[in-house]
T-cell receptor, first 114, second 117 residues
Framework: AQSVAQPEDQVNVAEGNPLTVKCTYS??????LFWYVQYPNRGLQFLLK??????LVKGSYGFEAEFNKSQTSFHLKKPSALVSDSALYFC????????????FGKGTSLLVTP | DSGVTQTPKHLITATGQRVTLRCSPR?????VYWYQQSLDQGLQFLIQ???????AKGNILERFSAQQFPDLHSELNLSSLELGDSALYFC????????????????FGSGTRLTVV
């Protein structure tokens, strides 16, 4: 099955500093990769996706992600973190072996401190 | 509002009972996916329907079943409930199949929080 891994359970960053949330993937063929954010007691909100094209993908709320084929990574980044960015972030890959369902990583909790 | 509607938002029931969760997909989407989110298992794919037909199964228990109706809404049935079934259940929808344009994606509902007591 196609899968993603998020190696960090939690990332802490000070407000105003750049942030990175890591994701690596294991896919046969071309990967379709996604980032979602979940705020407490809320659903999953789409941030950005990579299907094809430019390796640098820009998404919602100032987030961007860099697709790196040689390192099989799709790290989420933001140049300047806000306290309101504190949430749970999920990387996901479309799994062609499961009816094109998304397979999610275990999630990374981002805490931005003032 | 994401366009995917899930009802009810909260459900509290006793062990051994049966419940039905409902999902209405975003307009135009043919695929519906059900996910379970729990603290220990993370986000687990349960089952997918495409235009009324079951398309794929994930880690779905035999006590769970689902269907998609002609109007494309879907229901997830959970029976003989156990304490461990307490979780947040999400529905997502997509146009299905291979991407046909730049708007391809998966839209999630706000979830149903199931508590089994």
């Amino acid at each position: 099955a196609q899968s993603v891994a998020q190696p960090e359970d939690q990332v802490n960053v000070a407000e105003g500093n750049p942030l990175t949330v890591k994701c690596t993937y294991s896919v046969s063929g071309n990967p379709y990769l996604f980032w979602y954010v979940q705020y407490p007691n809320r659903g999953l909100q789409f941030l950005l996706k990579y299907i094809t094209g430019d390796n640098l993908v820009k998404g919602s709320y100032g987030f961007e992600a860099e697709f790196n084929k040689s390192q099989t990574s799709f790290h989420l980044k933001k140049p300047s973190a806000l306290v309101s960015d504190s949430a749970l972030y999920f990387c996901a890959v479309r799994d062609s072996n499961s009816g094109y369902a998304l397979n999610f990583g275990k999630g990374t909790s981002l805490l931005v401190t003032p | 509002d994401s366009g995917v509607t899930q009802t009810p938002k909260h459900l509290i029931t006793a062990t051994g009972q049966r419940v039905t969760l409902r999902c209405s997909p975003r307009s135009g989407d043919l695929s519906v996916y059900w996910y379970q989110q729990s603290l220990d298992q993370g986000l687990q794919f349960l089952i997918q329907y495409y235009n009324g037909e079951e398309r794929a199964k994930g880690n779905i228990l035999e006590r769970f079943s689902a269907q998609q109706f002609p109007d494309l809404h879907s229901e997830l049935n959970l029976s003989s409930l156990e304490l461990g079934d307490s979780a947040l259940y999400f529905c997502a929808s997509s146009e299905g199949g291979t991407p046909k344009g730049p708007n391809y994606g998966y839209t999630f509902g706000s979830g149903t929080r199931l508590t089994v007591v």
